[in-house]
Nanobody, 115 residues
Framework: QVQLVESGGGLVQAGGSLRLSCAAS????????VGWYRQAPGKQRDLVAT???????NYSDSVKGRFTISRDNAKKMVYLQMNSLKPEDTAVYYC?????????WGQGTQVTVSS
């Protein structure tokens, strides 16, 4: 069973950037699809970006062109580079991995974007 630990969240001004990291354990991580989800207070948890085992990516319309998901299978890491951040990007961001999504969840990392 894979375990996931997110890091890199914090407070940033609108227009700024953050890079989230997701560290995974487990020998079969490289075969998993990985997604980043986010959940704002009082709202449902939404999928914002995915990356397949071979590096194919997909993004929600709300982050397309601003966020970039990437992975390093040798290091068992997945990243979410977030640029041009907006206050509406404020949320807890969760890493998720499995043969299909949703799979295993991380504990989440808070991202707060001030206006």
């Amino acid at each position: 069973q894979v375990q996931l630990v997110e890091s890199g969240g914090g407070l940033v001004q609108a227009g700024g950037s953050l890079r989230l990291s997701c560290a995974a354990s487990g020998t079969i991580f490289s075969f998993y699809v990985v997604g980043w989800y986010r959940q704002a207070p009082g709202k449902q948890r939404d999928l914002v970006a995915t990356i397949t085992s071979i590096g194919l990516t997909n993004y929600s319309d709300s982050v397309k062109g601003r966020f970039t998901i990437s992975r390093d299978n040798a290091k068992k890491m997945v990243y979410l580079q977030m640029n041009s951040l907006k206050p509406e990007d404020t949320a807890v961001y969760y890493c998720n991995a499995g043969y299909r999504l949703p799979g295993v969840w991380g504990q989440g990392t808070q991202v707060t974007v001030s206006s």
